[in-house]
């Protein structure tokens, strides 16, 4: 883990450094305090989605509220992006808040199993669709060199999506005993099982999770074109969402690097000029979505921290 973060900051490094730092914090200062606040403000929107997706998975009485949902949503992601506990810390973070909040712990596993599911699925759409719009340009000789990596990154997406669907219950097995070690709760494996039967036989449900999903990876694609039209960049609405789409497959074949460190950075130059992107433009698009995600992932943890050492209180 600590070799792949130093290779993707020294691929960041070289990247910024090769396109011209000067130029890239330039294009980025067109933004302005107020449009970065504006784009802050459309990620929880997005973030909003993600939690009705996961609220849509769990289906149950009482119902809980969708904010609930979102806020878990938001935790275990700024954990994941922002602390070093991998992935698997911030699914932790999030199933605990749900629990602590008074969700079942079976109805919350399980449900964590189907929106996970729908999610790479609608991400698997979006990066089809991306793929088809930008097929022109990728027969082109411009593009030669990016089709395999491209394709080769929707290919692993594939592939662990269907790997996924095939191991559901030995992933959901691992999740429960792994929760099982933190939470005083003791859940059994078969009461979780017989939960993921039940939500997946609400066909309706399911299919409410997955479009929520897919447009939490659309409201992504349209942020990223609101910034790029503060920065004064013309380019059209499809482009940057066939852009987006192909920069998660880029991404999804830097799975062990977290947050695609260096990754992202270097395929937005490889694939911008493609729609007619400058490649300091793209830079700062991507920085300036990880400063977003920076802001809004501290003030989490922050607000996390603070009913984490209230609930410590209490307890005592």
């Given at each position: 883990?600590?070799a792949?973060?130093?290779?993707?900051?020294?691929i960041a490094?070289w990247?910024?450094?090769?396109v011209g730092?000067?130029?890239?914090?330039?294009?980025a200062?067109r933004?302005?305090?107020?449009?970065?606040?504006?784009?802050c403000a459309?990620s929880?929107?997005?973030?909003?989605l993600?939690?009705?997706a996961?609220?849509a998975?769990?289906?149950?009485?009482?119902e809980?509220p969708?904010l609930?949902?979102?806020?878990?949503?938001?935790v275990?992601?700024?954990?994941?992006?922002l602390?070093p506990?991998?992935?698997?810390g911030g699914?932790?973070?999030?199933v605990?808040?749900?629990t602590?909040?008074?969700?079942?712990?079976?109805?919350?596993?399980?449900?964590?199993?189907?929106d996970?599911?729908?999610?790479?699925?609608?991400q698997?759409?979006?990066?089809l669709?991306s793929l088809?719009a930008?097929?022109?340009?990728?027969?082109?000789?411009?593009?030669a060199?990016?089709?395999p990596?491209?394709?080769?990154g929707?290919a692993?997406?594939?592939?662990?999506?269907?790997?996924?669907?095939?191991?559901?219950?030995?992933?959901?097995?691992?999740a429960?005993?792994i929760?099982?070690?933190?939470?005083?709760?003791?859940t059994?494996?078969?009461?979780v099982?017989?939960?993921?039967?039940?939500?997946?036989a609400q066909?309706?449900?399911v299919?409410?999770a997955?479009?929520f999903?897919?447009?939490?990876?659309?409201?992504?694609?349209v942020?990223a074109w609101?910034?790029?039209?503060?920065?004064?960049?013309d380019?059209a609405l499809?482009?940057v969402l066939?852009?987006?789409?192909?920069?998660?497959?880029?991404r999804?074949?830097?799975f062990?690097?977290?947050?695609?460190?260096?990754?992202?950075?270097a395929?937005?130059?490889?694939?911008?000029?493609l729609?007619?992107l400058?490649?300091e433009?793209a830079?700062?698009?991507?920085?300036?979505?990880?400063?977003?995600?920076?802001?809004?992932?501290?003030?989490?943890?922050?607000?996390?921290?603070?009913?984490?050492?209230?609930?410590?209180?209490?307890?005592r």
């Open positions: 883990m600590l792949a973060t130093v290779l993707g900051l020294a490094v990247t910024i450094g090769d730092l000067k130029d890239i914090v330039q294009t200062q933004m302005g305090p107020g449009g970065f606040l504006a784009i459309w929880l929107v997005t973030s909003w993600l939690g009705g996961w609220h998975a769990a289906p149950g009485e009482p809980p969708v609930l949902f979102a806020w878990a949503r938001l275990r992601d700024a954990v994941s992006n602390l506990f991998s992935e698997l699914i932790y973070i999030g605990r808040t749900l602590r909040a008074g969700v079942a712990p079976p109805r919350v596993y399980a449900s964590f199993v189907v996970l599911t729908t999610e790479m699925a609608s698997l759409v979006y990066t669709f088809l930008m097929a022109p340009l990728l027969m082109g000789a411009g593009a060199g990016l089709r990596a491209i394709i080769g929707t692993v997406m594939v592939a662990c999506i269907f790997l996924f669907m095939r191991m559901q219950k030995v992933v959901l097995a691992l429960v005993r929760a099982a070690k933190f939470l005083p709760e003791t059994v494996i078969g009461e099982q017989a939960e993921l039967t039940r939500i997946y066909r309706g449900r299919i409410a997955f479009l999903n897919l447009a939490a990876w659309t409201a992504s694609g942020s609101f910034v790029l039209e503060l920065m004064g960049s380019i499809w482009k066939s852009l987006e789409g192909v920069i998660f497959a880029l999804s074949m830097a062990v690097i977290p947050g695609a460190i260096g990754v992202q950075e395929a937005y130059v490889l694939v911008a000029p729609f007619g400058a490649p433009a830079l700062a698009l991507s920085l300036a979505k990880r400063a977003r995600d920076l802001v809004i992932g501290a003030l989490a943890l922050l607000v996390w921290q603070i009913n984490e050492s209230r609930g410590l209180m209490a307890g």
